[in-house]
């Protein structure tokens, strides 16, 4: 596997967490259909084709996995629900890049979605055991506390199974707004999409990259009135894509996506034109 893509010192891979699909209009939000679907396309019943794509990033000091894909461990009924059509193949795709679970230093979870921290741990044979068993899982202070007490709606998204025995194993860092985990890779603390949102920026020599998560799901969230309707706090999530997107194209940054089937990094201009893709 060549790298998709170099940011200075960092080669940056995208590899298979699962495909699935949502509704449409849950991605979107108020956005009405005759705009959006001129932009991503759906399927009869209104499904839009999403994926779950862990980023590994590698460098010299350290190799960092951004999110874990939905893991292995969904129901049929889920997967029905979800509308898997690709399974999670993160360890095979690891092996590919000549790397082992074991590998991996750190796990940052921009979120604890399903779709996030689904594969934070994986079941083998009967057992659920820790995917990356010697990787530091960074997640936002905030955001764990809501997942250890999730409200009405979060409770459908924050599911326990994902998170047995993480603290417990030692392997859970939490931090508190900005934090810096190696030279080159910085995780800042949005909220916005829920409370305890974070985002990554990785920068070496000039050249940088900005995953921003859920705050901008595919290319076609770039207009920052385009929020979805899972966001708990739009307002919030508009001024930081104003904000955020703005910082990134005066450094000329990559924006790194997880959940677009169509291109895994784009560039764009003041416009917010895409002028450059892979
Ligand atoms: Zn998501």
Known sequence: MTPSLKIGCFELYWLNGGKFALDGGAMFGVVPKVLWSKKYPCSEDNFVPL?????????????????????????????????????????????????????????????????????????????????FPKAKHIIQKREWEDVKAPNRRSAHTFWPINFEGLQESGQLELVDGEAELCPGIRVIHTGGHNNGHQIVWIEDAGEAALHLADLLPTHAHFNPLWVMAYDNFPLEVISLKEQLEKEGIEKNAWFTFYHDPFMKACRFNEKGEIVQKI
């Open 51 to 131: 994926t779950a794509s862990p980023i590994l990033v590698k460098s010299q000091d350290a190799i960092v996995l951004i999110e874990t894909g939905l893991g292995n461990k969904l129901t049929e009924k889920q997967q029905k629900i979800f509308n898997v059509t690709e399974q999670w193949q993160v360890p095979e795709d690891l092996k590919k890049l000549g790397l082992y679970r074991e590998d991996i230093d750190f796990v940052i979870l921009t979120h604890c979605d399903f779709d996030h921290a689904g594969g934070i741990l994986m079941k083998e044979e009967d057992n659920l055991t820790l995917t």
